[in-house]
T-cell receptor
């Protein structure tokens, strides 16, 4: 049963701490993405990776870091430098670039800074 | 700079009637448009897409219309069902970079029984 799995579903973090969100896919997709959703706004691209060991910054990469050591995995670290980290985070994957193809999304992780 | 706009944050329709969700974009370089559907606490799921070489694409109860001159697309759902109640995102791609897909803010559709 192919798909994208994000964990955990809910995450609480104290201010000043780094936290890592997991994203795993078994769709054999080359490309993976991280988006952030805030109330009243569309999805904004944080980072994307088109191939293992390579990734690019999206529109709002500041305060975030990623790695792509395996095709199946694309973890996102929210660092203490991210000034407003409370949001709903979505991971996605696609067969190639997002031009002329759809993305498949995970169920999301809601991060709350306390 | 929001290049994809969904100006109606919410829409309520009666079961069996037509739902029309609208989306406007500002950049004429976009050439591929998609609609995603999202339930609470879940990721969006792909619904339907349209290439800029077409002006209409139909899939069952869902039809997307594209008006390139007006930079406007719409999603029609006929007939609307209570299970269609969700947030619908419009998305557009084609701006040079392979991965430059822009999303609108979403429209929450409520279909009343």
């Amino acid at each position: 049963d192919g798909g994208i799995t994000q964990s955990p579903k809910y995450l609480f973090r104290k201010e000043g701490q780094n936290v890592t969100l997991s994203c795993e896919q078994n769709l054999n997709h080359d490309a993976m993405y991280w988006y952030r959703q805030d109330p009243g706004q569309g999805l904004r691209l944080i980072y994307y990776s088109q191939i293992v060991n390579d990734f690019q910054k999206g529109d709002i990469a500041e305060g975030y870091s990623v790695s792509r050591e395996k095709k199946e995995s694309f973890p996102l670290t929210v660092t203490s430098a991210q000034k407003n980290p409370t949001a709903f985070y979505l991971c996605a994957s696609s067969t190639g670039g997002l031009r002329n193809t759809e993305a498949f999304f995970g169920q999301g992780t809601r991060l709350t800074v306390v | 700079d929001q290049q994809v706009k969904q100006n109606s944050p919410s829409l309520s329709v009666q079961e069996g009637r037509i739902s029309i969700l609208n989306c406007d974009y500002t950049n004429s370089m976009f050439d591929y448009f998609l609609w995603y559907k999202k339930y609470p606490a879940e990721g969006p799921t792909f619904l339907i897409s349209i290439s800029s070489i077409k002006d209409k694409n139909e899939d069952g109860r869902f039809t997307v219309f594209l008006n390139k001159s007006a930079k406007h697309l719409s999603l029609h759902i006929v007939p609307s069902q209570p299970g269609d109640s969700a947030v619908y995102f419009c998305a557009a791609s084609g701006l040079g970079s392979n991965n430059d897909m822009r999303f609108g803010a979403g429209t929450r559709l409520t279909v009343k029984p």
